[in-house]
């Protein structure tokens, strides 16, 4: 018997509701970004996002059983986000999924986040017919998380969407996620935000060699990130060339217009900065792709597995692929629409707990912190 998991995601800055069968087919996936809100702060704004939840997530519930074609009495099970993420943001989706769990007396399943970035990969690696090997090791890689987890199967029905898995934490940043970097970068060269998107887009105009960064020097785990440097060495680099500032500022000038236009913003800006945005990139990149695959190679994994909104980045598509390939491992990114948050992932998630009994009762509630794993 088919298995449909309404999901419900709020941890951040997209209410987002899908309906996913049996972990593994998609039936629908909402997202309502408020990009648009946070846009001109430079960052999400936790009491913002909060609200803007409140007035989203009726109807993107609503609109994610209507395009499923499901009516709410004949879903089977609910799933939430627990955490981690803003306490505010957690809980409109949380409180609404319990209250509906409750009301139709229905399975309400907690889902962590992290979880959900994993089966974001799963989910469609699956639909696809291709189930990555595991062991494998997981990249999370956004704008609030770069973290490194084995994954591991812990039953073997193999396969299909009702794998029980295990997680243990590999490594992590120390200070910034990468994608934060580059949001910051990006606001320091006045390229808009969120700042990944532009700054991929214009890297490819510019010499990656060109700004030599150094490796973060780190004591203990081989396999944590640190990203606090370049972001400094980026401010540093461009104190000491005031002549950038006229570019800055023009740039800045078009922003407040309102241009978003990648071209446009690569029409304000000299070699100098191009450069500047393909060496951060590069540097960015290879970092990723460095740890992860040492952490794969020291923990026997099978297939590496990238997940979050940095998993977008078209460099880190590439490089990854050729760096991988020449290991004999196969890397699975999700598709830009899963890589980014959504709640087919949280459906997804769900699944595999729902079939192994577990339930979420009315004491259920947002953690902040939600480690995984
Ligand atoms: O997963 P996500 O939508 O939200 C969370 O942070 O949870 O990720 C958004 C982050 C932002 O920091 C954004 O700048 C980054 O992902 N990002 C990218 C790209 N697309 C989005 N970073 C690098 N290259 C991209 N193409
Ligand atoms: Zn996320």
Redesign the pocket.
Known sequence: MTARILGIESS???TAAAVVADGTTILSSVVASQVEIHRKYGGVVPELASREHLRQIVPVVREALSQAGVALKDVDAIGVTQGPGLVGALLVGLTYGKVLALALEKPLIAVNHLEGHVHAVLLEARAAGRAPKLPAMCLIV????TLLYRVAAKNSATGNGALQLSYSRVGGTRDD????A??KV?KMLALGY????V??KLAMHGNPQAVRFSEPKMDGNPYDFSFSGIKTAVLYYLRKRPELQQEIDARQQALAHGERNAEALRALSSEVTLDLVASFQHAVVEGLIRRTLAAAEQFGAASVLVS???A???E?RARFDEEASKRGLEVFFPSRAL???NAAMIAAAAYPKLVAGERADASLNAMPNFPLG
Not at 142 to 145: D, L, M
Not at 194 to 197: A, Q
């Open positions: 951040c800055d997209e956004s704008g609030g998380h996620a990468a994608g934060e580059y949001d990006a969120p700042g990944g998107p700054l991929d979050g909104g940095v977008a980045n078209r880190l890589s980014t948050d």
